[in-house]
């Protein structure tokens, strides 16, 4: 898993909990006492899964809690380092489509070939019309909550409002998470969007990964 979701998770305990927290949390995580989380790089995935369920564990919050504790910070840190994405969106309904995009331009910096294609092979939206996508996501890390924690941080960012189905899920022993997402309001409806090679020649962007 690339470090920004672990270094995001840190935050929150800190912000949450203090320095003392996040020290309790990587003991119970089992981290390597110098390990520290660079945007870019790549790390074990069942590490970051223990630095989740420690991180609430820690922090006496329920699962869904500690997400949307996350999904709030992880939107206003990206919202900082990442602005352009977000003014290029015009509603959340295009920035989740574009999130396979975002996922796939930090894969790109991933210098690992099997590394690399492990992140771009983790989610494929489908676009079914203005109001109606299915995301169909696997991985060992089995985060679908996640995903519609930082879905439902997204429609309140942009003023919408959106449901999840899921009918088929991981954690059900599905082979996939199959997660309908379905916009019950738009604020503000398309106009011109292509994100056709957006982000990927951007210099600027490239080294704001890299940390
Ligand atoms: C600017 C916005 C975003 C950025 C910068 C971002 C970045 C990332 C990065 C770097 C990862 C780690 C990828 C990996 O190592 O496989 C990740 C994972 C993830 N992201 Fe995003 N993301 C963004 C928006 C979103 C949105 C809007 C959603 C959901 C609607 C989402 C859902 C997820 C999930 C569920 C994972 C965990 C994947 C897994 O390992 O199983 N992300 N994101």
């Not at 929150?12 to 003991?27: F, I, M, Q, S, T």
């Not at 489509?97 to 099997?114: C, K, L, M």
Request: proline residues 2%; contains cysteine.
């Amino acid at each position: 898993m690339v470090g920004l979701i672990q270094k995001v998770c840190i935050d929150v305990v800190e912000k949450l909990g203090g320095a003392e927290a996040v020290l309790r949390v990587r003991e119970r995580a089992g981290l390597p006492s110098d390990r520290l989380f660079r945007l870019g790089e790549v790390y074990a995935d069942d590490e970051c899964q223990r630095l989740f369920q420690a991180s609430a564990e820690v922090l006496g919050l329920s699962e869904a809690e500690f997400l949307n504790a996350y999904a709030d910070r992880f939107g206003r840190d990206a919202q900082k380092r990442f602005s352009r994405w977000f003014d290029l969106a015009q509603n959340s309904r295009q920035f989740l489509e574009f999130q396979t995009t975002i996922h796939n331009t930090f894969a790109s910096g991933v210098v690992d070939p099997q590394a690399r294609q492990a992140v771009k092979d983790k989610f494929v939206v489908e676009k079914i019309d203005q109001r109606n996508i299915i995301t169909h996501y696997r991985s060992p890390n089995k985060f679908c909550k996640l995903y519609r924690a930082l879905g439902s941080w997204m429609a309140d960012y942009y003023g919408d409002e959106i449901e999840f189905e899921e009918p088929k899920c991981l954690h059900r022993n599905d082979e996939e998470c199959e997660i309908h997402v379905k916009w019950t309001r738009i604020a503000k409806e398309d106009g011109l969007f292509d994100d056709e090679g957006l982000a990927f020649d951007d210099k600027t962007l490239q080294s704001e990964i890299r940390g």
